[in-house]
């Protein structure tokens, strides 16, 4: 998978490639990521980047002929991949939107600055509009790095348990359930028992049972939009039931 990215400040994606699970996926080669920065383009002698807004107030726009020329540059070396500008007007991210993000051979993010780019740029190039949520940050170094970390770590080869992504939140439309780790008792809280029984099924269930009783209180909207089978239905009664008899 490939990624290009147009910024005005490439050494913020330092980083993410230096190390971790993306570091990880660009040096086994499962992704590239390649940077276009428009100052490159600039002509003039201050290598101006932005530009005054028609019909005046606060703020710059990112200048419209390097930007651009940044971005031919970028379609020319990756012919295949889409064009998306990330934005807090796009459509927020979610799970399923980060995989089919993956599922495409490669994208070209922009991210803008100052108070965005020009529209219509927007219009002739960009083929999907991205918001990682509503608020707003300075610029879309973070929100490109934001869906390129959550890209790649779905990428074979990428995580070091290939499965630990299946558990993850909202991969199937579920909360993760708890975790934990040795010591077996911290300050008197212990780790529940079922978890040192060493009997897989009953883990399972268990885990199962936690996954949905956390999204039950924690994300109703998502057990709404999911739909439950009878096992998991009964599962998340028990864990109802659970909680009242501890009341
Ligand atoms: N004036 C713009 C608006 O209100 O829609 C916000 C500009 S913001 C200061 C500068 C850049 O940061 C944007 O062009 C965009 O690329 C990026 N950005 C800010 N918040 C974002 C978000 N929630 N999701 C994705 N990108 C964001």
Known sequence: MRFDV?????????????????????????????????????????????????????????????????????????????????????????????????AEPGWILIAGRYEGIDERLVERYVDAEWSIGDYVVSGGELPAMVIMDAVMRLLPGTLRHKDSARTDSYVDGLLDFPHYTRPEVIAGARVPQVLLSGNHRAIARWRLRQALGRTW?????????????????????EFIQARRDAE
């Open 6 to 102: 147009v910024s005005l400040f490439p050494d913020m994606f330092r980083i993410l490639t230096g190390q971790g699970v993306v570091g990880r996926a660009l040096e086994r080669g499962s992704a590239e990521l390649h940077l276009w920065n428009p100052r490159d383009y600039t002509q003039d002698p201050h290598r101006t980047v932005d530009d005054r807004p028609y019909g005046g107030g606060p703020g710059m726009v990112m200048k419209v002929e390097p930007l651009q020329a940044a971005i031919e540059d970028a379609k020319h070396a990756a012919p295949d991949s889409k064009v998306a500008y990330v934005t807090p007007q796009g459509r927020t991210l979610v799970q399923d939107t980060i995989a089919e993000i993956a």
């Open 217 to 237: 209180l924690r994300r109703p909207d998502l057990l709404e939009r999911r739909g439950l089978s009878g096992e998991e239905k009964a599962l998340l009664d």
